[in-house]
């Protein structure tokens, strides 16, 4: 999710479902942009100022997890910028990059995923 989506409560809400999912199924160490989790390490691009935040950073077995969250968005292109940035990384430091999504954005999360070219898999809560 980009910043000016995650201002709408009906998007917090599905967050705090999805920490919840991710804490029973074993993750530790929650990072999560939101209310009451301490925020993840965010990430600047030097050329336009703009700042990326993952929704959700967890460990689980000693490996990080960047989750994101995929809901349908009002600024399509910065959220795929989004996506390519956090593939890239946990590309980069051997870190796992998963996609989480819900019934009625399905759609967007393919077709986002398809345009972007992501070799990714969605999970679906």
Known sequence: M????KEENKNNAFLNTTI???ENKGF?????DVVGYETPTSFTRQETGNTIIPDIVAE????????????KST???????????????TKMKDYR?????TK??????RDMIADTNLNKNYIRI
Do not use: C, M
């Open 20 to 22: 919840t999912y991710l």
């Open 60 to 71: 689980k077995r000693g490996i990080k997890y960047f989750f994101e969250v995929s809901l």
């Open 2 to 5: 980009i910043h000016l989506d």
């Open 104 to 109: 009625g954005h399905l759609s967007f999360t």
């Open 28 to 32: 530790e160490n929650i990072k999560a």
């Open 97 to 101: 990059f998963r996609i989480i999504t």
């Open 75 to 89: 600024k399509p292109q910065l959220l795929k910028t989004k996506w390519l940035l956090l593939d890239t990384l």
